[in-house]
């Protein structure tokens, strides 16, 4: 077998690989004699009772392994590489690119552009389509990926083309009907930017994706970011509160014209339309189940839905702490409230909370998921912060304790002299973080919003 191997990282104990004589570092080359091109051909390959796995051992020495195991058994082993194959780059150069607004000298992870449809099946990435094969739209339906997470942000080809600073960019809805015509599900994002996509052209998008109902089922729209490092770049301007309430004016229209044919609302705009147009949040059955929670669209409602339950299972007593919260500008007038709810109850507790502002990117960007390390140093500095300071585990680097600058959360820790508990997004944790004196402090997330290795194969490190 001459064709490269896939490393193997770790093995869980206990496991079959275990059983088999598999050790760190040696090769997976095949699967029923059938070169693995990456992970979701080792899943599909690995979904019988019965394989034979070609190995490479550390020595050289090759074998054949013949296992028996339930049909949906895994081996229980970590590749070095979770996808098993290169990371596709983006071929984009899109006017409206987070990633060109960010200035030098960042970890390198930050700067790759992924644009890769394994990532979005895995991790629920947003891919353009744009450097996607047929080849690729294949195997999709063959393995039958779902779902697919699509950055639309135009239907218009000649308006993509100019967005994605890409003259292909305006040929992906053959592919896009091709995943529709096989029941694939997907999601769509709209990057909203001021004077290019919005209006006519945001309704004329709306219009068109749809047509794709119901295997699209949702649509996004987020108002493109924009930081202070955008020298040399297109001219983009940030949005109104009158442009707010016209976007939400054009959402809400079509909600209710698509969901008593659909039973579903399909478009919906993230949380800061509301807060910049100064508009109610919408009731939680608004969000279908939270379909597009992870671009904003219902996290604040979602937050207040399960504080509110949890405080309902909860009695009043006499505890107190004095703790602190940074947050960024979007949430923290909603953080205020929720702990003003959580007193009710408690109304031994205090709790400051610091909206800070985004100095390292410029004051425009407020969500709490692009503050820094040194941002949240400057400005609590000599603050009085109790005796614990509360941070969204969304500030941190998936399975880390690394903010965007690199500054740990034990050197914030030590600089304002105070323990820092991160907190995961769920509302009961929140209320937990808050109110509970053995809330446990950890210094690492769970959650990812940036491209790491990831492999649903196993867990345990190799000793």
């Known amino acids: 077998m001459k064709n490269k191997g896939h490393i193997i990282k770790s093995i869980e104990p206990g496991s079959i690989a275990e059983e088999m004589g598999l050790d760190c570092g040696d090769e997976v080359l095949s699967i029923n004699g059938k070169i693995i091109e990456d992970v979701f051909d080792y899943h599909y390959l690995m979904d019988d009772d019965y394989i034979e796995l070609g190995i490479k051992k550390a020595?050289?020495?090759?074998?054949?392994?013949?296992?028996?195991?339930?049909?949906?058994?895994?081996?229980?082993?970590?590749?070095?590489?979770?996808?098993?194959?290169?990371?596709?780059?983006?071929?984009?150069?899109?006017?409206?690119?987070?990633?060109?607004?960010?200035?030098?000298?960042?970890?390198?992870?930050?700067?790759?552009?992924?644009?890769?449809?394994?990532?979005?099946?895995?991790?629920?990435?947003?891919?353009?389509?744009?450097?996607?094969?047929?080849?690729?739209?294949?195997?999709?339906?063959?393995?039958?990926?779902?779902?697919?997470?699509?950055?639309?942000?135009?239907?218009?080809?000649?308006?993509?083309?100019?967005?994605?600073?890409?003259?292909?960019?305006?040929?992906?809805?053959?592919?896009?009907?091709?995943?529709?015509?096989?029941?694939?599900?997907?999601?769509?994002?709209?990057?909203?930017?001021?004077?290019?996509n919005d209006k006519e052209e945001l309704e004329k998008s709306i219009q068109d994706l749809s047509g794709f109902l119901p295997h699209l089922r949702s649509i996004s729209v987020v108002p493109v970011g924009l930081t202070r490092y955008r020298d040399g770049l297109y001219p983009l301007e940030a949005f109104t509160r009158d442009d707010a309430e016209q976007v939400l004016n054009t959402i809400h229209k079509w909600q209710e014209k698509l969901y008593p044919k659909y039973g579903i609302h399909f478009v919906y705009a993230s949380d800061e339309w509301y807060i910049l147009a100064g508009r109610e949040l919408p009731s939680e059955e608004t969000y279908d189940g939270y379909l597009q929670y992870e671009n904003g669209v219902g996290m604040l409602r979602l937050l207040e839905t399960e504080i509110e339950e949890e405080m309902s299972q909860r009695v009043a007593d006499a505890r107190t702490r004095d703790i602190s919260i940074a947050t960024g500008a979007l949430a923290a007038p909603f953080i205020k409230e929720y702990t003003e709810n959580i007193r009710k109850i408690y109304p031994g507790i205090h709790v400051k909370v610091f909206s800070v502002a985004n100095i390292f990117f410029g004051e425009s960007i407020t969500v709490s998921g692009l503050l820094t390390g040194q941002d949240i140093k400057n400005q609590l500095k000599g603050q009085s912060l109790g005796e614990k300071l509360l941070i969204p585990c969304n500030m941190l680097r998936q399975g880390e304790n690394v903010f965007l600058d690199d500054m740990t959360v034990e050197e914030l820790e030590e600089a304002l002299g105070v323990p820092i508990l991160v907190v995961d997004e769920p509302g009961k944790d929140f209320v937990r973080a808050v109110a509970d004196k053995d809330a446990v402090i950890t210094h690492r997330r769970r959650i990812m919003y940036e491209q790491t290795d990831c492999s649903d194969s196993g867990s345990a490190k190799c000793r």
């Open 59 to 196: 020595d050289g020495e090759e074998w054949v392994l013949e296992i028996d195991k339930e049909h949906d058994e895994d081996l229980g082993i970590t590749f070095e590489n979770g996808l098993m194959d290169s990371y596709r780059s983006c071929s984009n150069q899109c006017m409206f690119c987070f990633i060109d607004q960010m200035p030098r000298g960042m970890r390198d992870t930050l700067y790759f552009k992924d644009d890769d449809s394994r990532l979005s099946f895995l991790q629920g990435n947003y891919v353009t389509l744009t450097n996607m094969s047929d080849h690729d739209i294949d195997r999709i339906i063959q393995y039958h990926l779902a779902p697919i997470n699509i950055s639309f942000h135009t239907t218009n080809p000649i308006l993509r083309c100019k967005m994605l600073h890409n003259r292909f960019a305006g040929d992906i809805f053959m592919k896009v009907k091709r995943l529709y015509d096989a029941g694939i599900e997907m999601n769509g994002q709209i990057v909203l930017c001021k004077g290019v």
